[in-house]
């Protein structure tokens, strides 16, 4: 599975509406500037996480983009779907032998498993030392 830059651009947007969750609306323009995008592009992606609810935009001086829900109850599957379209790694071909249907299928089910437990409170929490190589010895 290949997430496009929609993808990751739109989770982008989502981490930063996340952090901002309860604060004023966070115009498109700020997320930009601060992760460096294309402002033009995010607008482009905006209005597709607005149609399905996950954000709705505030006009005015003010204004800007707001979460719809808490973050803890926005997935990044939630997201993913919404500007990727279904979860799936590959196409499945009707000559794959059964074995490799039910590979990529074990691999959707993963991929999906781990974005539908991600949620975006999970990604504003994240810090590096959440991650530890296991075992790891230096000698």
Known sequence: M???TKG???LTIMIALAKNYGDQPLPLK???N???LSEHY???LIAPLRNSGLVKSVR???GGY???REPKLITAADIIRTLEGPIRPVEEMDDDEPSKRELWKRIRDAVRDVLEQ???QDLIEYNDTNYQEENMFYI
Do not use: D, F, M, V
Request: charged share 25%; no cysteine.
């Open 42 to 44: 995010l607008e482009q």
């Open 66 to 68: 707001l979460l719809t």
């Open 8 to 10: 990751r651009y739109g």
């Open 2 to 4: 290949k997430i496009s």
């Open 60 to 62: 005015g001086a003010k």
């Open 118 to 120: 991600t949620t975006l």
């Open 30 to 32: 700020a997320i930009a």
């Open 34 to 36: 601060e992760y460096e």
